[in-house]
């Protein structure tokens, strides 16, 4: 075992570019090449985000901190020196997957992070690449690249290594377009075992439904499922949906298809149209009234404002996104008058309570 952890922290770059190619063969065997939608601006920003923070971002983290470390407590680079190697990997591997749980609940739930993770969810497909579509100040920013850095300088290299390796495996992995998770759903037998797998690590069913574009096809959650290697924080603080299915339509709800130096480089640069989130002089804007919208929906489902920025009142257009507010599901069985809130103030979610009355 010690060999084969020695080997692991000696080839890591290699290996992590070895999962890469795997996946990548896999994807072209599967047509990607093909099929894709994607433009050139999308194949640029995607590599061009994944040399920054290979090249760049990373090992520059890990190279201040450990000069910082050794000038301010030099005896401390090796305070992890005979620590069990397993105990460091995984309290390494739990903190690592807990910060960028937090940090990526965040980057949908507060504006300015929104803006630098938004590239991540303009991808209209999936793909290995995906992984590392954002904004470079996003990972400057992401609080467990320092946990990389600092564990580093304390000694614990080698661990360090071998949980990145592992867990590259299981975010390419649910990022690619193979669904290799698709096997254990087909067959009842697998079932139990299907089970353990996704309420563990993320799997591709699980992260698709976070890039889906809205849950009006009760299969997407992209206000959900904000897992990276393990999905046991989703469900320990009541983020996870599973459903072993896969959306069809991802991306954003309201994509204003900005250039790829906008979405790497924001917000030094913005795009111009001044109608997009990333773009020079956006501006956020209520929408409420405080009369209700009357109107007949139609069957189906529906998805009612509940943040008050939409552009489509009373209906959702994913204007939510880098607040706290969700979108609230409508289902309708048969079409009907309803008396939808636009002041969103009502009790009773989308439907008016007269709240207004009192405003």
Same mark, same amino acid.
């Given at each position: 075992?010690?060999?084969?952890?020695?080997f692991?922290?000696?080839?890591?770059?290699?290996?992590?570019?070895?999962?890469?190619?795997?996946f990548?063969?896999?994807?072209?065997?599967?047509?990607?090449?093909?099929?894709?939608?994607?433009?050139?601006?999308d194949?640029?920003?995607?590599?061009?985000?994944?040399?920054?923070?290979?090249?760049?971002?990373?090992?520059?983290?890990?190279?201040?901190?450990?000069f910082?470390? +050794?000038?301010?407590?030099?005896? #401390?680079?090796?305070?992890?020196?005979?620590?069990n190697?397993? #105990?460091?990997? %995984?309290?390494?591997l739990?903190?690592?997957?807990? $910060?960028?749980?937090a940090?990526?609940?965040s980057a949908?739930?507060?504006a300015?992070?929104?803006?630098?993770?938004?590239?991540?969810?303009?991808a209209?497909?999936?793909?290995?690449?995906?992984?590392?579509?954002?904004?470079?100040?996003?990972?400057?920013?992401?609080?467990?690249?320092?946990?990389i !850095?600092?564990?580093?300088?304390?000694?614990?290299?080698?661990p360090?290594?071998?949980?990145?390796?592992?867990?590259?495996?299981?975010i390419?992995?649910s990022?690619?377009?193979?669904?290799?998770?698709?096997?254990?759903?087909?067959? *009842?037998?697998?079932?139990?075992l299907?089970?353990?797998v996704?309420?563990?690590?993320?799997?591709p069913?699980?992260?698709?439904?976070?890039?889906?574009? !809205?849950?009006?096809?009760? %299969?997407?959650?992209?206000?959900?499922?904000?897992g990276?290697?393990?999905?046991?924080?989703?469900?320990?603080?009541?983020? #996870?949906?599973?459903?072993?299915?896969?959306?069809?339509? $991802?991306?954003?709800? +309201?994509?204003?298809?900005?250039?790829?130096?906008?979405?790497?480089?924001?917000?030094?640069?913005? !795009?111009?149209?001044?109608?997009?989130?990333?773009?020079?002089?956006?501006e956020?804007? *209520?929408?409420?009234?405080?009369?209700?919208?009357?109107?007949?929906?139609?069957?189906?489902?529906?998805l009612?404002?509940?943040?008050?920025f939409?552009? +489509?009142?009373?209906?959702?257009?994913?204007?939510?996104?880098?607040?706290?507010?969700?979108?609230q599901?409508?289902?309708?069985? *048969?079409m009907?008058?309803?008396?939808l809130?636009?002041?969103?103030?009502?009790?009773?979610?989308?439907?008016?309570?007269?709240?207004h009355?009192?405003?």
């Amino acid at each position: 075992m010690d060999e084969l952890v020695n080997f692991v922290e000696g080839q890591q770059q290699l290996l992590v570019a070895g999962i890469i190619l795997f996946f990548a063969i896999l994807e072209i065997a599967g047509g990607i090449l093909k099929n894709t939608k994607r433009s050139s601006g999308d194949f640029v920003q995607e590599v061009t985000s994944f040399l920054l923070l290979s090249l760049l971002t990373k090992p520059g983290i890990v190279i201040a901190v450990g000069f910082i470390g +050794s000038l301010l407590l030099p005896s #401390a680079s090796v305070l992890l020196n005979g620590v069990n190697f397993w #105990a460091i990997l %995984i309290v390494f591997l739990l903190v690592d997957d807990l $910060l960028q749980y937090a940090y990526h609940r965040s980057a949908h739930e507060y504006a300015f992070l929104w803006k630098l993770h938004r590239p991540h969810h303009a991808a209209t497909e999936m793909g290995l690449l995906v992984s590392y579509r954002n904004a470079a100040l996003y990972y400057l920013l992401m609080p467990n690249i320092w946990w990389i !850095a600092l564990v580093t300088f304390l000694g614990g290299g080698i661990p360090v290594s071998v949980g990145l390796v592992m867990k590259q495996l299981v975010i390419i992995g649910s990022h690619s377009t193979v669904k290799w998770d698709r096997f254990l759903y087909k067959f *009842k037998v697998l079932s139990p075992l299907a089970w353990i797998v996704e309420h563990v690590i993320v799997t591709p069913a699980f992260h698709f439904a976070h890039h889906g574009k !809205a849950k009006s096809d009760e %299969i997407s959650d992209p206000n959900g499922n904000f897992g990276n290697m393990f999905s046991i924080w989703d469900q320990l603080f009541g983020s #996870a949906v599973f459903t072993r299915k896969y959306p069809q339509n $991802l991306g954003l709800q +309201s994509d204003s298809v900005d250039p790829w130096q906008a979405h790497t480089f924001y917000p030094v640069i913005k !795009a111009d149209n001044p109608n997009s989130e990333i773009g020079k002089g956006f501006e956020k804007l *209520k929408t409420t009234t405080k009369e209700p919208i009357k109107i007949a929906l139609l069957e189906g489902n529906h998805l009612w404002c509940s943040c008050g920025f939409s552009r +489509s009142q009373p209906f959702c257009d994913g204007s939510h996104h880098g607040t706290k507010f969700k979108p609230q599901l409508i289902k309708v069985e *048969k079409m009907q008058d309803y008396n939808l809130c636009n002041c969103k103030q009502s009790k009773l979610g989308a439907i008016c309570d007269n709240s207004h009355k009192s405003l």
